[in-house]
């Protein structure tokens, strides 16, 4: 049983050379509130968030995640995280406060993607006619688009899964939720730092390439909400890249599609949430239906790409021969 440092993922920095059309898609389609801009970046969060914001957008040359945001559970836990991660010698150094947060604590986990950790941060207040009636919410629930609400987890790309999960367990405390295994090894993994079922998962990663992500996904309380808002992806003329479906893993209900930089979304709704201290990893294989419960599709080929995309590189034979080695797409 690992140490409890983390409280939850915070937020994401994302990078879009469309910068306009992807706020549009995030705010009018996705359904995020603009808390703020600020350097040229927009702030969003979720209706149900409260903290001012869980995706930070701001122009770049491709789509991707720049940075992975963590909250910790208080002063002291931050501190004893900046140690170990000094000591694991993947710690970065300390970050100037951002819109909301204040000075975090950067780190590169082993796979090369850059996170933060931070304790200091801005609850979002709202006033005058978005205020809430019901006194435990962040703001009144006004739906507009697909209307998440709130940030639910990250997937990012892996040369060494086991290697990678030790790692975030040892060093951060992470809980070791599920897993998938193929002939090769164990193909998916997640864990939490929280009670839901995951907010961080990992697949593989081509050989050579470091610090991608395979999707983002946003929070919806209830099935019917993924449904609907599978209408208004399509009634913008979105296409629907995988899904509506259940995983059995997290026993979530999903769905994927790309927002205008062409990374990749997911919605979840649904799910099972767990308290157990000493949860031990429950191992899925392939043709459970870990990944599609119901059995009755198979995951496209195109959910392969990962980002910042590496189009020529993941569309060659090699590298479509490494993932169909390394698939839990059954």
């Known amino acids: 049983m690992t140490q409890k440092l983390l409280s939850k993922l915070t937020h994401l920095v994302v990078t879009t050379p469309k910068l306009e059309e992807s706020l549009r898609c995030y705010r009018d389609v996705i359904g995020l509130e603009v808390s703020g801009e600020q350097n040229g970046s927009f702030f969003l969060r979720g209706w149900g968030e409260h903290y001012k914001y869980s995706i930070e957008l701001k122009e770049g040359s491709v789509g991707s995640v720049e940075t992975i945001g963590w909250r910790t559970e208080g002063q002291h836990e931050l501190e004893m995280a900046v140690r170990r991660l000094e000591a694991s ?178 919605f979840n709704a649904g799910g099972y949430r767990n308290v157990i201290p000493d949860w031990e990893p429950v191992g899925w294989t392939v043709n459970q239906g870990a990944n599609v419960w119901y059995k009755n599709q198979a995951m496209p080929e195109s959910m392969f790409e990962s980002f910042p995309s590496e189009g020529e590189l993941e569309a060659s034979e090699d590298a479509q021969h490494h993932f169909r080695e390394t698939t839990f797409f059954q």
């Open 89 to 266: 010698g993947n710690g970065i150094g300390w970050v100037e406060p951002n819109f909301g947060r204040g000075r975090a604590y950067r780190y590169m986990d082993p796979s090369g993607h850059q996170h933060e950790v931070f304790w200091e941060i801005e609850r979002y207040k709202a006033t005058g006619d978005v205020a809430p009636l019901f006194p435990n919410r962040a703001q009144k629930f006004r739906p507009r688009g697909c209307a998440v609400r709130e940030i639910d987890h990250v997937t990012m790309n892996s040369q060494d899964i086991l290697r990678d999960i030790k790692w975030f367990q040892e060093t951060l405390g992470h809980k070791y939720m599920e897993y998938i295994t193929a002939p090769r090894g164990v193909v998916f993994a997640m864990t939490t730092t929280g009670e839901r079922g995951h907010d961080m998962a990992l697949v593989p990663e081509l050989p050579g390439l470091k610090g991608r992500v395979n999707h983002i996904a946003f929070w919806l309380d209830q099935r019917v909400e993924l449904h609907r808002a599978a209408d208004v992806l399509l009634d913008e003329g979105i296409e629907i890249e995988f899904g509506p479906g259940r995983h059995g893993l997290g026993e979530q209900e999903y769905l994927y599609f790309r927002e205008p930089s062409g990374l990749r979304i997911e």
